[in-house]
């Protein structure tokens, strides 16, 4: 039994570590190094580059090392036949939910104005409203748009949450589709994408959206930076129309050194580490949906290829 591995450097040895705890009878064959192709029957991989996993004759499932897959149906030779799996895990929904939090609630504070004021040594007071008084909208109600929003209530936010099939969520005012958009956008004076990246949500934080928001929103973009129209953002800044952005994903990462983003004061930035996989526990996962797959069981979080999320 042989698992091809694609995984950044830093976390190649925990995942070698981890799986070998779980199924010491699986081999784990490191990319680029695939040996004969024939033996490789289950691929656990981020940003696979193109076409490798279609020269995989005998491949049973496709795991992505992420909750998004967006990186595997961007492969135009993506065996879609092969059943894809994703990443559901507690500790990476509790990870992103902090993010969710602890951004909203910078904003919602006006916590970068502080920092503005205070690095300019100037003693300024912002008027900021109570959490029962600022509408907070979250793009995605799944595993993790769910649970931020679920928490974001908690904290007496007045949430709105939208989907693209019709939810219901205790203490989130729930949306969905195409016509439910705009009324949700209406009361977001901070909004949160949480969407996995499709045909379908490419490039929906663009100039139409940001004009349906109330003026000088705040912008949470913790799910792809395929999600945004860079310049319509910086668009939306100048004009005062969103006030302040936290960005954790971009088009290009690492974002260039050059990139506009970097040195702009009302963009918050962090390096797409919102929520990063811990192998110590998505481990787990993989060992059972192996598991799974050889006894003909059904497998856990199974993606639809016709979605694409
Ligand atoms: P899920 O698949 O559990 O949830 C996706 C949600 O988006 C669902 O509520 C779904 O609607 C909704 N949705 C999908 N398409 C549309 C659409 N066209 N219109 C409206 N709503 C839509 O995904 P997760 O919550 O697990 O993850 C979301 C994304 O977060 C990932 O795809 C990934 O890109 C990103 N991510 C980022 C990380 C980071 O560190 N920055 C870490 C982990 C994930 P419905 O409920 O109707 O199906
Ligand atoms: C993910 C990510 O999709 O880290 O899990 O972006």
């Not at 010491?24 to 490191?30: A, Q």
């Not at 008027?127 to 799944?142: I, S």
């Not at 769910?146 to 936010?157: E, H, K």
């Not at 005062?240 to 690492?254: K, M, T």
């Amino acid at each position: 039994m042989t698992l091809l591995l694609k995984s950044d450097g830093d976390r190649r040895d925990q995942w070698f570590r981890e799986l070998a705890s779980r199924m010491p009878d699986l081999e784990v064959r490191s990319w680029p190094d695939l040996g004969d192709p024939a033996e490789i029957e289950f691929a656990l991989v981020w940003e696979i580059p193109h076409g490798v996993l279609r020269r995989l004759p005998n491949l049973r499932a496709i795991f992505s090392i992420g909750a998004g897959v967006d990186h595997l149906f961007a492969d135009p030779e993506l065996p879609r036949q092969i059943p894809i799996c994703r990443v559901v895990d507690r500790n990476l929904t509790v990870r992103m939910t902090e993010y969710v939090v602890l951004n909203t609630l910078r904003l919602h504070r006006r916590d970068p104005e502080y920092l503005d004021a205070q690095r300019e040594g100037r003693w300024r007071e912002l008027y900021a409203p109570t959490a029962a008084e600022r509408g907070v909208g979250v793009m995605g109600l799944g595993a993790l748009g769910g649970d931020a929003a679920r928490a974001l209530a908690a904290l007496g936010f007045r949430v709105m949450g939208w989907s693209r099939r019709a939810r219901d969520l205790q203490g989130v005012e729930c949306f969905h589709g195409g016509d439910g958009l705009a009324p949700f956008l209406a009361r977001a004076d901070i909004l949160v994408c949480l969407l996995p990246l499709t045909p379908e949500t490419e490039g929906i934080l663009g100039a139409n959206l940001f004009a349906r928001l109330p003026r000088a929103a705040g912008l949470i973009n913790a799910a792809r930076g395929g999600h945004l129209i860079e310049a319509d953002l910086l668009a939306a800044l100048e004009s005062g129309q969103i006030r302040h952005a936290v960005l954790d994903v971009f088009r290009a990462e690492p974002l260039p050194a050059e990139h506009p983003f970097w040195r702009h004061r009302r963009i918050t930035i962090t390096p797409h580490t919102a929520s990063v996989t811990d192998p110590s526990s998505v481990a787990e996962l993989v060992a059972e949906n192996i598991r799974r797959a050889r006894s003909g069981e059904p497998l856990l979080h199974r993606v639809d290829p016709t979605t694409g999320y």
